[in-house]
């Protein structure tokens, strides 16, 4: 990809710093009103900025902190392009409306949203592009109107000969753009029911608009359609999604039937369109 | 309030760091290094089963050198200028030839960033090892700077100024034959001392301490590499990490749990399996006893498990 590994390394160094000031003007505004009201759960993982993104993301809808939301990631980044990153609602028995997740030091926090169709919030694993240490989240929305929030603490200091691959300056990506590769996997669930795994692989630079020089260039929506062009499941992406995407979803079995053969459509900011049946 | 909470924890973030630094500086850092005898003129310096530290300074790998009638040869100049500089020191307690010839294994950072300390003899590498430290050593400079902290100080990449493309060279009493691999960083040089039959094996062989793979070529190519090294005559391994071996344990160990490795990542490729899965499989028990496994297999799912995906889909 464009975004030269060690050009990403350079801006966790500079890049915050700006985050930081933005942050900080708006808690300004905010803070003021907040305190009162705002005696409620304190952040387990004692993030600065926790009160600042739960008021973007969440609103002012009550939230709890709930261990069935829960995130993955790995105990450190060692590739801080590539961190995996498995959200898992299922243990959670009424339906979901909303799933969003975010990592509250990265100077673009999204990673991405999703809907779905029945309810049934699938569990999901990408993989995405950390700045610094950072709490992760995931929150959920009940139908009761409630966030139930995750989290996870990720460290990103790295280990020894830990510089990144070097392979990804190659412009492998201008002649296979939007490439797709996809497998499905039949899977056991804790509950004992079964589950249909999907794992799709699509080619894409990813780009964050956040190195000089290089345009914001990222997919930006990713839908699960049935044949009629139904979506059932809906993402909302933002640009801290690794370069060459790789999603894995458990559909469970009850909304996968015999006869669906799903599609999955993809549009990145600049318009294109990617398709492939499922 | 929350303003004062997020400022304050990053001046805190700050202060942290020149804190560590200062008091780094006001003890006195010292690497505390002992040659040992591990064969006829052949003087070991082992490093620590550890992972790159403010603590060890980054003291943990092992780096050799061999007294001929000729002069000193050196294997690996060590992770940091003030290491490098505590080497010759530690050189010169045991003889008075002077170095000559330094054989840089690969270009991995805790075993070329001593270079400094023996810019005046010939630093000799594979070509392709100096092209990688071009390209790559300076990243690894800063990043070792940053978990070894003040230990570093004055260090900087000195490039090797001998490509090796000789197979054999003889100093002094000492006949010495050279080993062109790939396994471990796609440039290793093993480095054989047919005088003592002693295998200088560099990263291609990690014993009681979890193998690297940032920069393997692949799995299969270091087996292979393995299987060179194995059919060598050879008296006495020296891992790059770990303790020295006189009975080929440490090639067992390695292809063990390279096989292991291997057929972990390609079932779990073949089941789908996402990598935050992947690191969550235990190590098995036979390697419970190597130092760092669990923690090197997570990076090693970082760095392999994508090619594994790639093939399965
Ligand atoms: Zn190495």
New binding site residues.
Partial sequence: MRTFPAILVLLCLCVPMAAWSQVNNELITQASHNDTERAEQADPLNSPVWHYLRARFLGESPYQFDDRVVVSVPPFAEDPTQVPLLVDVSAIDEPLLRLVVWADLNPIQHIYSVESADRHLPRIAIRFKVQQATPVRAAVLTESGKWLVGGQYLEAAGGG?TAPSMANASPYWESHLGEIESRSFERAMNSGRSSQRYKVKIIHPMDTGLVSGIPEFYIQQLEVRRPDQAAILSMELSQPVSENPVFTFDMSSASVTAQDRYKLWMRDNNGNVFEQAL | MAIKQAAGRFLGVICCLFWVSTVATASSLSYELTPRLIAKDTWLLQGKLEDFSRDNGANIVNTAFIVTSEGVVVIDSGPSKRYAQAFRSAIASVTDQPVTDVFIT?H?P??FLGNQAFSDVNIWALPTTGRLIAEQGNVFAENMYRLAGDWMRGTEVLMPNKPLEQTAMTIGDHRFRFLSLEG??GADLAILDETTGTLFA??LVFYQRAL?TPHTPGIDQWLTDLDKLAALEVALIVP?HGPVDAKGKSIEQMRAYLVWLDKTLTQAAFEGLSMNEVMKIPTEPEFADIALTQYEFIRTVFHLYAGYEEAAF
């Fill in positions: 000969c | 690969h991995h805790d075993h471990h960083t560099g990263d690297t790059g």
